[in-house]
């Protein structure tokens, strides 16, 4: 065994930046089910995409080649964070009293302080190239506007963020740095689309959605020819970007001579999950014993309580369908400060590892989550946001049975995103003011 220094963080030279991202579909067990057009209820075709992407994101989503080359423009964005540490939670596990061995991928490096700048550069680079002037999109807690705000900025590109109501109000720092990178940010819903104004005129105390998000930003983009559309989370494009931490996670644990038994994250739509375990699905599928732990709010259990099936992916249905898991594109998730999760479906890369049987999943509610959260900070000093939050809560338990169990296993999960925009969270957390509320009691009906 490698001395318990080396084993704190295992870092890679910026060289080792990957040069391709890894495409997962050519290796799935079977292809993903075709987009729909609403309009048609045929499969979507090339133009119905190109008029909400960018052509380079429309060739990205249904590719066939393994590996796609990262632009050296892109690559070179990357450098300024990647690659990141994996780290050795050794205070974790003495507190714990585990055999098991906990590392975490830690993505908060970046200069927005989570994983989603790795796709938000890309879709920024490829819409510049494309000669758009201006990208749209959604948002739940802000991490994703945050990272394509920059990107943006960085590119030469306006964007707009519609940011779900609910996180508007409760993290409007994240909304101050999207602005100060030059974002305009408005509340979902709002009065700026016709949808939105529908919707508050029936609810006007509706906190919002990603799904409400979605619907104002498609049809902002259907009024701006020169704009289109970035996500996420949702599609292949953004998981196939994302897979940057999957792939420099292998070579960090072939250094140290580790295979993962677990790799864990957290999922609201999928992008964190997608990158870590998407370069390991093959390793699965050749017999490897992995487990693949996506972990989400008992607020919005998509995977654990969702049914696998064709939905909308917006809620007004202006958007395709798609088959994965959901609980309803009319399903309103309610204000829990895990911003990022409160999606009613999940990518359909995602959905298909769950249908196939190759992903597992759990759910917890937010006071464990956030108790979670407060012990890693006090034992390693790293303040998870509350999204991260999530995949420490299923540790914890994941070590305790190896514990009870004398197994010696590898635990990895993904540390998304830092959380010293959340204190309000945090503070509230301390003060015994967070509640669990469960999904069934809050329905668009009772919004208002």
Not at 391 to 411: E, F
């Amino acid at each position: 065994m490698v001395p318990g220094k080396a084993l704190e963080r295992i870092d890679l030279p910026v060289e080792r930046i990957p040069d391709r991202w890894y495409n997962v579909i050519p290796d799935l067990p079977r292809m993903p089910e075709k987009y729909l057009d609403n309009r048609t209820g045929q499969p979507v075709t090339q133009r119905y995409m190109e008029r909400l992407f960018t052509p380079a994101m429309v060739a990205q989503e249904s590719s066939m080649e393994r590996w796609i080359a990262i632009p050296e423009p892109v690559r070179a964005a990357y450098a300024m964070w990647r690659p990141t540490p994996l780290i050795r939670a050794i205070g974790l596990e003495r507190q714990l009293g585990t055999p098991a061995e906990i590392y975490f991928k830690y993505e908060a490096t970046s200069p927005t302080g989570s994983h989603k700048l790795n796709s938000a550069f890309a879709q920024a680079y490829f819409a510049k190239r494309g000669g758009h002037r201006r990208l749209v999109t959604d948002t739940g807690a802000g991490q994703w506007g945050s990272a394509l705000a920059l990107a943006c900025r960085l590119m030469g590109l306006d964007l707009t963020v519609h940011m779900v109501r609910a996180s508007y109000h409760q993290k409007p720092y994240r909304r101050h740095l999207m602005e100060t990178y030059g974002a305009t940010v408005r509340p979902s819903p709002g009065v700026h689309t016709a949808f939105g104004r529908a919707l508050l005129a029936e609810y006007p105390d509706h906190p919002g959605s990603e799904a409400t998000a979605v619907s104002e930003s498609i049809e902002c983009v259907h009024g701006d020819d020169g704009a289109r559309l970035a996500v996420g989370a949702f599609s292949n494009h953004c998981l196939l970007h994302q897979t940057v931490m999957g792939l420099e996670l292998r070579e960090q644990l072939a250094i140290i001579d580790r295979a993962p038994d677990y790799l864990v994250s957290s999922v609201g739509c999928g992008s964190n999950m997608g990158g870590m375990v998407l370069p390991f699905v093959e390793d699965k599928l050749d017999g490897a014993d992995i487990t693949f732990l996506a972990v989400e709010p008992e607020a919005c259990p998509t995977l654990t309580k969702g049914e696998y099936r064709l939905d909308f992916a917006d809620a007004s249905g202006e958007g395709p369908s798609v088959h994965t898991y959901t609980l309803g594109h009319e399903f309103v998730p309610p204000p829990i400060h895990a911003g990022g999760l409160r999606y009613h479906g999940c990518a359909p890369l995602i959905g298909l590892l769950r249908h196939e049987g190759l992903l597992d999943a759990v759910a917890y509610p937010q006071t464990q989550v956030f108790d979670a959260g407060s012990t890693f900070a006090r034992i390693q000093g790293y303040l998870p946001a509350p999204e991260t939050c999530h995949p420490i809560r299923a540790v914890i338990d994941l070590a305790a049975q190896c514990r009870a169990s004398g197994r010696k296993a590898t635990i990895v999960f993904c540390y998304s995103g830092h959380g010293l925009l959340d204190l309000e969270a945090y503070a509230r957390h301390n003060a015994g003011e967070l509640r669990d509320v469960e999904p069934e009691t809050f329905t668009a009906e009772v919004a208002a």
